[in-house]
C-alpha cells in the first residue's frame, strides 16, 4: 500500500492559476430557502448542451453553474488544495480513479448511495465496476465509494482506411509504413498505456501490468517510444480535442491514438475515419463525479448536489450525454431515448442503442484499465518529460 499522497508547496506551482475566473463565477451561495446553485466543475464531457432545464424542474429550481476543469491529474489537484476549488465546487466531473491523491488531501467526500436513487438500478455499476474489480478502482479507494460513475468507454486509435485498409492493431501506431503520418496523444495514462499494452502483447518488453508499471517498466516503454521518435515516426503529439480532430480531417495522419469522439466529429465533417477494434484490447475507463469537501456548503446545497448526481445517473441525461459525446452512460439512458421520441427521434434512438452495445462490447473484449494515478507517478511523468524533450 503506497503511503499518503499529501502535496507539498513545491508542487502547488503555476497550474494553480487554472482556478483563476471560473472559481469567482461558481462561488454563489444562494440565501437560505431559496433554490440551489450547485457549482458543478466539468472537463467538457458533462455538459448535456447547456440544458439543466430538466433537473430545475425536478428539483423545484435548482440550477447548475458550470465551470470548465483541467483533466490532468497534477491540475486538478492545484486548483483544489491552491486554487480554493475546495470553497467553491460542489462537484467534480473529471476521469476516475483519482481517489488516492483526493482522499489523502482530504478534498472529497464519501458518496452516500442510499441518497442517489437511480444507484441501484444501475447495472453497469454492479457488471463492470464492483469492488473487487479494476473498474472499481475508477469510483473507490480502500472499499470506500467516492465517485458516481457518469460515463464509461474504452479507447484505441483511429485510422483513415482509404489510406491504410483495415487495421486492427495498437503496432499500427508504429509501423514504418506509416512513418510521418502518426499522432500520439500527450498522456502517459493513454498513449504510454496503450503502447504497454503493445509491447507486451507482442512480447517486445517485459510488462506484468500495464495499468501500473514498476519504474524499470515505464522507462522501457518510453525508450521504445524515444526510439520511434527519433526515427521520424510520430508527426505530432497532440494535447487538445480539436488538435486531434484537425489531424484527422485534414488528412495530415493516417493513424491517430484518439478518443472515439473524435471519429464521430471527423465523420460530422465528412471523413472517412474509423475507430479499431484492436485484438490487444482496449484501454477501458469510467468518469467518475466526486462530492467536493467543501466547509462552506450548506444541507440543502448539499441535498442539491446529490440529486444532481442522481439526475445524472438518469434516463434524460444518458441518453444525451451518449448522444452528444459518444460514450456510454447508464442502462436507463437507451430505453429513455426509444420511449421518448418527442425528444429523441428515431434515428438518434437507434445511435444512442448502438453506442450503449458497442462499448458494451469493449469491455467484454477487455484489454487494461486506465491508470489515473500509478504507484510510480513521480517516475511515470519524469519518463513522460523525457519522451517529450527527445
Given amino acids: 500500500m503506497m503511503g499518503k499522497c499529501r502535496i507539498g508547496r513545491r508542487d502547488l506551482m503555476t497550474s494553480a492559476l487554472l482556478g483563476g475566473a471560473g472559481l469567482a463565477l461558481a462561488g454563489r451561495f444562494a440565501p437560505a430557502g431559496a433554490a440551489e446553485t450547485v457549482s458543478f466543475a466539468d472537463i467538457g464531457v458533462g455538459d448535456p448542451g447547456g440544458d439543466w432545464s430538466r433537473y430545475t424542474k425536478a428539483t423545484g429550481g435548482d440550477t447548475v453553474s458550470l465551470v470548465s476543469i483541467g483533466n490532468a491529474p497534477s491540475a486538478i489537484l492545484n486548483v483544489l488544495v491552491a486554487g480554493g476549488g475546495t470553497k467553491t465546487y460542489d462537484l467534480i466531473n473529471i476521469v476516475g480513479g483519482m481517489q488516492k491523491p483526493l482522499v489523502d488531501n482530504d478534498l472529497i467526500e464519501p458518496i452516500d448511495t442510499a441518497r442517489i436513487p437511480n444507484w441501484s438500478k444501475d447495472s453497469y455499476i454492479a457488471e463492470f465496476l464492483k469492488k473487487g474489480t479494476p473498474g472499481f478502482d475508477f469510483i473507490g479507494y480502500e472499499g470506500k465509494i467516492y465517485g458516481v460513475p457518469t460515463v464509461l468507454q474504452g479507447d484505441s486509435f483511429a485510422y483513415l482506411p482509404e489510406a491504410t485498409g483495415p487495421l486492427d492493431s ?160 447508464n442502462p436507463e439512458g437507451p430505453a429513455y431515448a426509444k420511449a421518448h421520441p418527442d425528444e429523441f427521434p428515431a434515428d438518434a434512438a437507434q445511435r444512442i442503442a448502438a453506442i450503449d452495445a458497442g462499448v458494451k462490447k469493449k469491455f467484454e473484449k477487455g484489454g487494461t484499465w486506465q491508470q489515473r494515478w500509478p504507484t510510480h507517478v513521480e517516475a511515470y511523468e519524469s519518463e513522460w518529460a523525457r519522451f517529450k524533450a527527445a
Avoid at 198 to 219: R, W
Avoid at 305 to 318: A, T
Fill in 170 to 329: 495498437y503496432g499500427a501506431l508504429f509501423d514504418p509504413k506509416w512513418k510521418g503520418f502518426v499522432a500520439l496523444e500527450d498522456n502517459y495514462t493513454t498513449a504510454g498505456q496503450k503502447t504497454a499494452l503493445y509491447l507486451k502483447d507482442s512480447k517486445q518488453a517485459t510488462i506484468n501490468d500495464p495499468a501500473n508499471m514498476s519504474e524499470g517498466e515505464i522507462k522501457a516503454v518510453v525508450d521504445f517510444l524515444i526510439a520511434k521518435k527519433k526515427e521520424g515516426q510520430f508527426r505530432t503529439i497532440w494535447s487538445s480535442f480539436e488538435q486531434a480532430v484537425n489531424l484527422i480531417t485534414s488528412k495530415e495522419v493516417k493513424v491517430i491514438d484518439c478518443w472515439e469522439p473524435m471519429v464521430f466529429a471527423a465523420k460530422k465533417k465528412g471523413v472517412d475515419a474509423v475507430y479499431a477494434a484492436p485484438k490487444e484490447g482496449y484501454l477501458l475507463w469510467a468518469m467518475a463525479a466526486y462530492l467536493v469537501k467543501n466547509p462552506g456548503r450548506s444541507a440543502a446545497r448539499t441535498k442539491a448536489s446529490y440529486e444532481l448526481l442522481d439526475f445524472m445517473l438518469g434516463g434524460w441525461y444518458g441518453a444525451k450525454i451518449t448522444e452528444l459525446r459518444g460514450y456510454m452512460t
